[in-house]
């Protein structure tokens, strides 16, 4: 089962892209990923059918986005610990053009869910995206909410990127998505994928996914460029190692007709959460904001939970 989940760099490679994981190649029905290498100067098509996509650049910038009659220009960053980025996002039955106007090669990574509903064609600004300061003290982890369900509106597809300095841990306490619970019991039902880069090359982190019947237990060493897929059960904990600086990208959708992140921690680590009260946050986040990295020696972190 291990196999099927984690797909290591270049084994999802399709064609010159290189990750594409299809619902039908991972055994779902609503999420999938591509990443995309552009080359200055290139450019690439994208028909969405009836599928809704996020634009969001990973690596590089001016990223020209051309649909519905709409340019969407997208400044991007030189990495994802550089900034916060601004994104496009491309409703179903559209045709749309993708290109690298800047003078650096761009790593840009399209998450899509089925859409049942067509919205409109539009930019998120950097400046509008939601940064969070979850969990507190080797617990502390920055969310970037760019798609989340109370700051984007989208038929199904919900993102978040994570951002977890060295030595901390995040997806913590572990957390499932996968059961269709009654009302007031807070669990949505999910498909979760987790695509995962480091700051320094050669980098890696830890991530496990179990299930309480123990057909799926998995803890794995993730690399840059690595996506791990989560059909069902609790994830977590990710853990960046000392000397790595961990980001991870969540695409997650699922059959509801209302957007939802509603999840149930496991039971036998549920305390955790609790034990955050009072403790202060990691003062090395947030790394970055909308404006680019943030020197903590002349902002320090001054809030605690």
Same mark, same amino acid.
């Given at each position: 089962?291990?196999?099927?989940?984690? &797909?290591?760099?270049?084994?999802?490679?399709?064609?010159?892209?290189?990750?594409?994981?299809?619902?039908?190649?991972?055994?779902?029905?609503?999420?999938?990923?591509?990443?995309?290498?552009?080359?200055? !100067?290139?450019?690439?098509?994208?028909?969405?059918?009836?599928?809704?996509?996020?634009?969001?650049?990973?690596?590089?910038?001016?990223?020209?986005?051309?649909?519905?009659?709409?340019? #969407?220009?997208?400044?991007?960053?030189?990495?994802?610990?550089?900034?916060?980025?601004?994104?496009?996002?491309?409703? &179903?039955?559209?045709?749309?053009?993708?290109?690298?106007?800047?003078?650096?090669?761009?790593?840009?990574?399209?998450?899509?869910?089925?859409?049942?509903?067509?919205?409109?064609?539009?930019?998120?600004?950097?400046?509008?995206?939601?940064?969070?300061?979850?969990?507190?003290?080797?617990?502390?982890?920055?969310?970037?909410?760019?798609?989340?369900?109370?700051?984007?509106?989208?038929?199904?597809?919900?993102?978040?990127?994570?951002?977890?300095?060295?030595?901390?841990?995040?997806?913590?306490?572990?957390?499932?998505?996968?059961?269709?619970?009654?009302?007031?019991?807070?669990?949505?039902?999910?498909?979760?994928?987790?695509?995962?880069?480091?700051?320094?090359?050669?980098?890696?982190?830890?991530?496990?996914?179990?299930?309480?019947?123990?057909?799926?237990?998995?803890?794995?060493?993730?690399?840059?460029?690595?996506?791990?897929?989560?059909?069902?059960?609790?994830? !977590?904990?990710?853990?960046?190692?000392?000397?790595? @600086? #961990?980001?991870?990208?969540?695409?997650?959708?699922?059959?509801?007709?209302?957007?939802?992140?509603?999840?149930? @921690?496991?039971?036998?680590?549920?305390?955790?959460?609790?034990?955050?009260? !009072?403790?202060?946050?990691?003062?090395?986040?947030?790394?970055?904001?909308?404006?680019?990295?943030?020197?903590?020696?002349?902002?320090?972190?001054?809030?605690?939970?």
């Amino acid at each position: 089962m291990t196999d099927q989940l984690h &797909r290591p760099a270049g084994s999802a490679r399709d064609g010159a892209d290189p990750l594409h994981i299809a619902p039908a190649d991972a055994g779902w029905a609503h999420t999938g990923l591509r990443v995309v290498e552009l080359a200055p !100067g290139e450019s690439r098509t994208l028909a969405t059918e009836a599928d809704e996509y996020a634009v969001l650049p990973l690596a590089g910038g001016g990223i020209v986005v051309e649909a519905d009659r709409q340019l #969407l220009e997208l400044e991007g960053r030189a990495d994802p610990f550089a900034r916060v980025t601004d994104f496009a996002y491309l409703p &179903r039955d559209c045709a749309a053009r993708i290109s690298n106007s800047g003078a650096q090669p761009a790593r840009l990574a399209l998450p899509y869910a089925n859409a049942r509903r067509r919205l409109e064609v539009r930019y998120g600004a950097a400046e509008d995206v939601p940064v969070e300061l979850r969990g507190a003290g080797a617990a502390t982890r920055q969310v970037n909410n760019f798609l989340h369900p109370d700051a984007f509106e989208t038929d199904r597809l919900t993102c978040v990127e994570l951002l977890t300095p060295q030595g901390n841990t995040s997806s913590y306490p572990p957390h499932k998505h996968d059961t269709d619970a009654p009302a007031g019991e807070g669990q949505a039902v999910l498909e979760e994928i987790y695509y995962f880069e480091l700051r320094e090359a050669g980098g890696v982190g830890l991530h496990r996914t179990y299930t309480a019947d123990g057909e799926i237990d998995a803890t794995v060493e993730v690399g840059h460029g690595d996506a791990f897929l989560i059909p069902r059960g609790y994830h !977590g904990p990710c853990v960046a190692l000392p000397g790595y @600086d #961990l980001y991870y990208l969540n695409v997650l959708a699922g059959p509801s007709t209302e957007r939802s992140l509603a999840f149930k @921690d496991d039971p036998a680590h549920a305390w955790i959460r609790d034990s955050w009260a !009072g403790q202060p946050l990691d003062p090395r986040l947030p790394l970055c904001d909308a404006r680019g990295p943030i020197d903590h020696a002349r902002h320090p972190q001054e809030t605690a939970r």
